[in-house]
């Protein structure tokens, strides 16, 4: 596997002054930095918005239209359970212990996905490495959407930015057959050993735990529910174009967005910039007033605070940013920001526009 390296460039200590005036925040006001009460409350609402419409799709005699909504609301928990539950325990950053991480950390079983596959993509590979092309797998060229600046160039990605919003509707969808690859690539890398785990013991708990989740998920509703087959699938393209297209438009809005920058390492490998600083510049926030959305996206529009801080629960990223904003602009850094949600979904119209050019 390749290898990059990030120089100690820190202007000032500004990584060291914020992680102590943030950990300041949590000291002096005597709590945890991982989740709380509102996090409980948040993931029993989340998974209740995809459990339930699907037991009563079970044990009720549904039939036509009526799948549709249950599917509606399904593929909305699913990007809740994505956003807001998954994606904290596989950070650590659930709860305190470990072991309640890794079981909400498993809610990526229900809605199709893999923890560790995940973690190396996400945790290890997107994080570490955002927006470096041969690293961040997120900016890896998706079919027909050129991401990075240095993916060759083709004629159709002249209307990307057009047809990119029907392809987000199939990430979910996608990445039910993608992780096979994925962890092919991990399993030849090295990556799956280094994880302190076997290829194969990886390869056959993805195999099986698709195949459980496909056989429950279409399976059951055409053996127990008053759905025809065709409907049956239908409901379920629809759950994961809501939840694909939800999760895409808040992932995009944080780093492919004009604001955020695409670095390329020297001939060395090296990236001319300290982590921290490197992180500032390849992310950006957005809509942080809009506390409802907030809520709902799992605290992902303060995208700036989760790079710096993964392993801190996504509620308190309100209180925390103003005190990373400050400390940024001290030191004399840029703090990347779209106002509003759809000044950042038109940032990346444009990123997307230029991207095809």
């Known amino acids: 596997m390749k290898t990059l390296k990030f120089i100690k460039k820190d202007k000032g200590q500004f990584t060291a002054t914020l992680r102590k005036n943030v950990n300041d925040y949590f000291v002096e006001k005597g709590i945890s930095s991982k989740g709380n009460s509102k996090m409980l409350f948040k993931s029993i609402v989340m998974l209740s918005a995809y459990i339930a419409p699907f037991i009563l799709m079970l044990s009720i005699p549904f ?58 993509q996400h945790n290890i590979l997107h994080h570490t490495y955002t927006n470096v092309d041969g690293f961040d797998e997120d900016i890896e060229p998706k079919g027909s959407l050129r991401l990075s600046k240095q993916t060759p160039l083709k004629k159709v990605h002249r209307f990307q930015y057009i047809y990119a919003f029907f392809l987000y509707c199939f990430l979910t969808l996608s990445r ?16 799956t050993r280094q994880q302190g785990t076997t290829p194969a013991k990886q390869m056959t708990k993805l195999v099986l735990t698709k195949v459980v989740y496909l056989f429950i998920i279409i399976g059951m509703p055409m053996i127990f529910s008053g759905f025809s087959w065709w409907l049956t699938l239908l409901g379920f393209l629809v759950m994961h174009a809501i939840a694909g297209l939800s999760m895409s438009l808040v992932f995009q809005m944080a780093h492919l967005v004009e ?34 959305l907030g809520w709902l996206i799992g605290g992902l529009n303060y995208q700036i605070e989760h790079h710096l801080f993964p392993n801190i629960c996504h509620v308190h990223y309100s209180a925390i940013s103003p005190i990373v904003e400050r400390t940024t602009k001290e030191f004399g850094l840029r703090y990347n920001e779209n106002r509003t949600f759809f000044g950042a979904v038109g940032s990346h119209v444009r990123l997307l526009r230029a991207l095809g050019k």
């Open 63 to 120: 039939s036509g239209w009526v799948i549709f909504p249950l599917s509606v609301l399904m593929g909305c928990g699913m990007a809740g359970i994505g956003m807001s539950i998954m994606h904290d325990a596989v950070h650590g950053s659930f709860s305190k212990k470990g072991w309640l991480n890794k079981l909400f950390g498993s809610t990526m079983y229900f809605i199709g996905g893999n923890p560790f596959t995940w973690k190396i």
């Open 259 to 292: 604001i955020a920058e695409q670095p390329v390492p020297d001939a060395e490998g090296v990236i001319n910039n300290e982590w921290a600083i490197h992180e500032l510049e390849t992310t950006a926030n957005f809509s942080r007033k809009n506390r409802f």
């Open 176 to 191: 039910t057959v993608s992780e096979f690859f994925r962890l092919i690539k991990y399993n030849k890398s090295g990556i």
